[in-house]
Nanobody
Framework: QAQVMESGGGLVQAGGSLRLSCAAS????????MGWYRQAPGKQRELVAS???????NYADSVKGRFTISRDNDRNTGHLQMNGLKPEDTAVYFC??????????????WGRGTQVTVSS
């Protein structure tokens, strides 16, 4: 079995920065793709950024140039550096990891989410 856990959310003023972290643990062979979704109150969950095991990245248009996704394969962790935060970035941010484990191949695991609040 495997688990994914986020950390690093909080309250920040507009224009500020936060760094979210995502850690995968358990009987993991490898992390394939990983990334971040977010969900604001009353809105659908949307993809923020993703990164493949080869390091290819993808970003939502709304965060390009402000957010940077990265990963550390040796530590089974990933990060989302968020700069120039705006009130519209306020949401719960969820990390997902596409994992190969002892029991499964290519199964997506989700964290429970971390709240990011940006005040104007």
């Amino acid at each position: 079995q495997a688990q994914v856990m986020e950390s690093g959310g909080g309250l920040v003023q507009a224009g500020g920065s936060l760094r979210l972290s995502c850690a995968a643990s358990g009987s993991i062979f490898s992390i394939n793709a990983m990334g971040w979704y977010r969900q604001a109150p009353g809105k659908q969950r949307e993809l923020v950024a993703s990164i493949t095991n080869g390091g290819m990245t993808n970003y939502a248009d709304s965060v390009k140039g402000r957010f940077t996704i990265s990963r550390d394969n040796d530590r089974n962790t990933g990060h989302l550096q968020m700069n120039g935060l705006k009130p519209e970035d306020t949401a719960v941010y969820f990390c997902y990891c596409d994992l190969d484990t002892v029991m499964t191949t290519g199964k997506v695991y989700w964290g429970r989410g971390t709240q990011v609040t940006v005040s104007s």
